[in-house]
């Protein structure tokens, strides 16, 4: 079935660090990916998203790029801040099969100052 | 506009008791889903509603768990014979949904978070 990985978590970073967050994701088809964050308190949001092969969805500063060849779509920042402190989920899913979303596990992000 | 909302915020219930959690997504979104967030299981799609049906139950974890939608707006989800492996946080989202194939951004509600003693 489908599926995505995350790497495992908690993150700590001091502030203006780099973050790469690895996500890879199994699927029988082309799916549209996603990277959902939950700040401490709120609700899930979407973070960015990419809905084809070699596009690179962007956001606030984060990255990704959509490589079908490796199956990944890794999450990037080249400067971390403390506000930046969340939970990132990768997520993909298929219009034709109505848009729900698969979850990766999640990745907790700490940024020190 | 307003945004996905969802009530009760808190629902803390005995084992064996029937909860019944609504959502109410933003007006026009014809696409509703709901989700469950959990310690173990990390975030699982439960049940997926085009206008008042419900083309993907394929989430439902047992036949306790049910939902309905009506009037192709709000909806509600009901756990009968709680249990504690039911405590979790339930999320619910909604969408246009687009006719030219592209996806859509689901929004997110703020939770209901069930706590079953």
């Known amino acids: 079935g489908n599926s995505v990985t995350q790497m495992e978590g908690p993150v700590t970073l001091s502030e203006e660090a780099f973050l790469t967050i690895n996500c890879t994701y199994t699927a029988t088809g082309y799916p549209s990916l996603f990277w959902y964050v939950q700040y401490p308190g709120e609700g899930l949001q979407l973070l960015l998203k990419a809905t084809k092969a070699d596009d690179k969805g962007s956001n606030k500063g984060f990255e990704a790029t959509y490589r079908k060849e490796t199956t990944s779509f890794h999450l990037e920042k080249g400067s971390v801040q403390v506000s930046d402190s969340a939970v990132y989920f990768c997520?993909?899913?298929?219009?034709?099969?109505?848009?729900?979303?698969?979850f990766g596990q999640g990745t907790e992000l700490s940024v020190k100052p | 506009g307003a945004g996905v909302s969802q009530s009760p915020s808190n629902k803390v219930t005995e084992k064996g008791k029937d909860v019944e959690l609504r959502c109410d997504p933003i007006?026009?979104?014809?696409?509703l889903y709901w989700y469950r967030q959990s310690l173990g299981q990390g975030l699982e799609f439960l049940i997926y509603f085009q206008g008042n049906s419900a083309p993907d139950k394929s989430g439902l974890p047992s036949d306790r768990f049910s939902a309905e939608r009506t009037g192709g707006s709000v909806s509600t989800l009901t756990i009968q014979r709680t249990q504690q492996e039911d405590s979790a946080v339930y999320l619910c989202?909604?969408?246009?949904?687009?006719?030219?194939?592209?996806?859509?951004?689901?929004?997110f509600g703020p939770g209901t978070r069930l706590t079953v003693l």
């Open positions: 989202a909604s969408r246009i949904r687009g006719t030219s194939g592209t996806e859509d951004t689901q929004y």
């Open positions: 997520a993909l899913s298929f219009y034709n099969q109505g848009g729900k979303l698969i």
């Open positions: 007006s026009g979104h014809t696409a």
